[in-house]
C-alpha cells in the first residue's frame, strides 16, 4: 500500500511541475495576442485605437495589470474547474471545446498507427530474432532506413505516389465535408479512408525501431538457459520462441510502448501538418503561429497528463507482465 | 591410456546392468569457426539401465558438449562430425538418435531422456510459474490428459523431489538455489524418461543442500529406476555417487571404469591429479596415492592443462 500511495505522491507532484511550466513558459515567449488580432483587424481596414486594444486585453486576458502571482493563482484555479480559457485562434470558441473536437481524431489515427506498428514491429522483431541468419535478415536495414529518412518527405513521398498518381487514397481531411459528423457509416468509412495513407506513413517510419530493439532482445534471450531447458524438453518450436523467447524478449519494449503511447497526442504535428488532418497536433502548430496561450496551454496539459497517465499505467501494470518486478512491492 | 570398455568382471551390480540404455560409439564434436576446435574426440561410451555414469573433468574438456550432443542440442557452430548415438528403447527398439527427423527428436527429448542443467538460477523461465513450465511438457508430450491429471502428475513429481507440491504456483525468483534445482528435477522426471542427464546439478549450491539434492537423486534411482550420466568437475563426489566414471581431459575420455577400480587403481596420470587435488581430512588417501603412484612428485593443485584447453568449448 506505501508503494501505491508514494507512486501517487510522485505522480502528483510531476503533474503540478508540468502544470506550472505550463503556465510560464508560453509567457516567455516573445509576441502579444493582442499586437496579432491588431494586425488582423488593421488588414482588414478597421479603426485601431488605444480603446480598442484596450477591449482586446479584457476580452482575452491579456490584461497586465495583475502580477504574475495572480495571474498563476487564477489559472490554478480555474484548471481545477476545468475552464482552459477561450481560444484567440479559433474565437470565439472555448478552448476545452477546441481540443474535445481534435483530440479523438488524433487519438484514433496516431493512436492505432502506434499499435500497429508495435504489434508488427514486435511479431517481425521475433521471427526475424529467432531465425537469425536466414533470409530474414534483409528486413532490417530496409526498416532502419525507412525510420531513418525524415519523416516529412516520406510522407510527402508517399502522397505524392498513392494519392496525387494511383489516386488510391484521399489526400487532404479527416473525412469527406459533404458527411454529417456522427456514428453513421458514409462518415466512418470515410474517415477510416481518409486516416489509411497518414497511418501507413507513420507506420512505415516507426516500425524500424521496434523492429530492431526486438530482434536484438529475442537474439540475447535465445542465448538464455531457460531456452535450452524449452528446447530439451521437447516442446514445439513455435511454442519456445513465443512463449520462452519472444515473452522475456518483449518485456523491454513493453515499456517503451507505454511512453511512446503518451507522446501519441504530441506526435502528430508533422502528420496532421502534411495531410492537413482535424487533430490535435494541427492545432498546437494553429496555437503556436498566433500566440493562442489558452490553446497551447491547454494542449501541453493534454500532453502532460497523458504522459504521465501512460507512465503511472506502465508501473502498475509492469508487475503483471514480469513478476519480478513485484518482489519488494 | 584409454579403456573405452572395461573388462565384465568389473561390471557394477547395477540392476539391467547387462543391458545398455544408450551406446555412444566413435563421437567427434567440432565446433567450426576461422579455427575449428575439436571438442570431443571419438568419445565411445555405454550407458546401462539404472546406472549412474559419472563424467568428470576440468571446465571446458568437452563433458557437457558431449551431453549436449547425445540430445542434439548444439547449434551452429557445434557440428557432430562423426560417430553414432543409440538409444536402447523399453520396447525393445533401437533409436539412431543422430539421424532422426526434427519431429521425432522433438518427440524423443524428454519423454525418453531428459535433463537437469547447471545454472539453477537461469534454467526457469522468469516470467512463468513453475505449474505453468511443469505443464506445458504434459501439454506437449501427453496432449490426451485433463486438467485435473497433469495437475496430479505435477503435484506428484513435486513430492516426489521433496518441494511441497503448493510450490508450483510460484515463480522461479521466489524459491531458494535448491528449490529451483529440486524443481527442475521434478520436471525432469515427469514424463519418467529412462535417461536423465545431469550436468552439474549441485554445482552452484552449497554442500549441505548438495547433499540433500544427491541422496534425493539415488533414492529416486532406486526407486523408478531410470539411468543417470552425472557430469560435474567433482571427482570425489562421483566416486561416492557413480557406479562408473570416465574422465575426460581434452575431449578424449582417458579413463572408463567403475568407481571402485578408478579409485583403487587409477591408471591415467591425470585421473590420479585428480584424484590428489581434494584435500583428504585423514590425509589417508593422499598417503595411499603416493605410496602406489609413480616416481614423479604428485603435483599440487589443479592439473597443469590449462594453457591447452581448446577455446569456446566451454559447455
Request: glycine share 8%; with cysteine.
Amino acid at each position: 500500500m506505501r508503494y501505491y500511495a508514494r507512486k501517487t505522491g510522485f505522480y502528483l507532484v510531476a503533474l503540478w511541475a508540468a502544470v506550472t511550466l505550463n503556465f510560464f513558459i508560453p509567457r516567455m515567449m516573445p509576441g502579444n495576442p493582442v499586437d496579432i488580432l491588431m494586425a488582423k483587424l488593421q488588414q482588414r481596414g478597421g479603426t485601431v485605437g488605444p480603446s480598442v486594444r484596450r477591449s482586446y486585453e479584457l476580452l482575452l486576458g491579456a490584461d497586465h495589470s495583475d502580477s504574475l502571482a495572480q495571474q498563476y493563482l487564477s489559472y490554478l484555479n480555474n484548471l481545477l474547474h476545468g475552464d482552459f480559457g477561450i481560444s484567440v485562434s479559433a474565437y470565439p470558441a472555448k478552448v476545452s471545446d477546441v481540443i474535445g473536437q481534435s483530440l479523438p481524431w488524433t487519438i484514433a489515427l496516431v493512436g492505432l498507427a502506434t499499435l500497429i506498428s508495435f504489434v508488427l514491429g514486435l511479431t517481425l522483431g521475433a521471427l526475424v530474432g529467432w531465425k537469425r541468419g536466414s533470409w530474414l535478415d534483409s528486413i532490417i536495414p530496409g526498416t532502419t532506413v525507412l525510420a531513418a529518412v525524415p519523416y516529412f518527405w516520406l510522407a510527402l513521398i508517399l502522397a505524392a505516389l498513392l494519392s496525387s498518381t494511383l489516386n488510391w487514397f484521399p489526400l487532404l481531411g479527416g473525412y469527406d465535408v459533404t458527411y454529417d459528423i456522427g456514428w453513421n457509416w458514409d462518415f466512418v468509412s470515410s474517415a477510416v479512408q481518409h486516416g489509411i495513407l497518414p497511418a501507413l506513413t507513420i507506420v512505415i517510419s516507426s516500425v524500424g525501431g521496434w523492429l530492431l530493439g526486438m530482434r536484438n532482445m529475442m537474439v540475447s534471450t535465445a542465448a538464455e538457459d531457460y531456452i535450452l531447458t524449452a528446447r530439451a524438453k521437447g516442446l514445439r518450436n513455435r511454442r519456445v520462441m513465443i512463449r520462452y523467447a519472444a515473452r522475456n524478449a518483449a518485456l523491454p519494449s513493453v515499456a517503451g510502448f507505454a511512453t511512446s503511447l503518451g507522446f501519441v497526442v504530441s506526435g502528430s504535428v508533422m502528420t496532421e501538418q502534411v495531410f492537413s488532418y482535424p487533430g490535435i497536433g494541427g492545432r498546437l502548430l494553429q496555437a503556436v503561429e498566433n500566440n493562442d496561450y489558452a490553446l497551447m496551454q491547454g494542449i501541453f496539459l493534454v500532453i502532460t497528463v497523458a504522459v504521465l497517465g501512460a507512465n503511472l499505467l506502465v508501473d502498475l501494470l509492469y508487475g503483471l507482465i514480469d513478476p519480478r518486478t513485484r518482489a519488494g512491492n | 591410456m584409454t579403456t573405452h570398455n572395461p573388462p565384465p568382471r568389473t561390471a557394477p551390480p547395477a540392476p539391467d546392468a547387462a543391458r545398455p540404455v544408450l551406446t555412444v560409439r566413435d563421437l567427434n564434436v567440432v565446433y567450426r569457426g576461422d579455427r575449428t576446435v575439436h571438442a570431443v574426440k571419438d568419445v565411445s561410451l555405454t550407458l546401462h539401465r539404472g546406472e549412474i555414469l559419472g563424467l568428470a573433468g576440468e571446465s571446458g574438456c568437452g563433458k557437457s558438449t558431449l551431453a549436449y550432443a547425445v540430445n542434439r542440442l548444439h547449434e551452429w557452430p557445434a557440428e557432430v562430425s562423426s560417430g553414432t548415438v543409440t538409444f536402447h528403447d523399453r520396447d525393445g527398439h533401437d533409436l539412431d538418435l543422430l539421424a532422426l527427423r526434427d519431429e521425432e527428436l522433438r518427440r524423443f527429448r524428454w519423454s525418453k531422456l531428459s535433463m537437469v542443467f547447471q545454472g539453477a538460477m537461469n534454467a526457469l523461465n522468469p516470467v512463468t510459474t513453475v505449474r505453468a513450465q511443469l505443464e506445458d511438457v504434459l501439454t506437449t508430450h501427453r496432449p490426451g490428459m485433463s486438467k485435473q491429471q497433469r495437475r496430479a502428475r505435477c503435484a506428484e513429481v513435486l513430492d516426489l523431489v521433496g518441494v511441497e507440491p503448493g510450490r508450483m504456483h510460484s515463480y522461479p525468483h521466489e524459491l531458494s538455489g535448491g528449490m529451483r534445482q529440486r524443481v527442475m528435477i521434478a520436471m525432469a522426471l515427469l514424463l519418467d524418461p529412462q535417461v536423465m542427464i545431469m550436468d552439474e546439478p549441485t554445482t552452484a549450491l552449497d554442500v549441505l543442500v548438495q547433499r540433500g539434492i544427491l541422496r534425493e537423486i539415488l533414492r529416486l534411482r532406486d526407486e523408478l529406476g531410470f539411468a543417470v550420466v552425472f557430469i560435474t568437475h567433482d571427482l570425489p563426489l562421483l566416486l561416492e555417487l557413480s557406479d562408473r566414471i570416465a574422465v575426460m581431459l581434452r575431449g578424449e575420455i582417458v579413463e572408463y571404469d567403475t568407481a571402485e577400480t578408478l579409485y583403487r587403481h587409477p591408471r591415467h596420470p591425470y585421473t590420479r591429479q585428480l584424484l590428489e587435488s581434494f584435500p583428504s581430512l585423514t590425509g589417508e588417501r593422499g598417503a595411499f596415492l603416493r605410496a602406489t603412484g609413480p616416481a614423479s612428485p604428485p603435483a599440487a593443485g589443479p592439473a597443469p592443462h590449462d594453457q591447452a584447453r581448446p577455446a569456446g568449448s566451454t559447455r
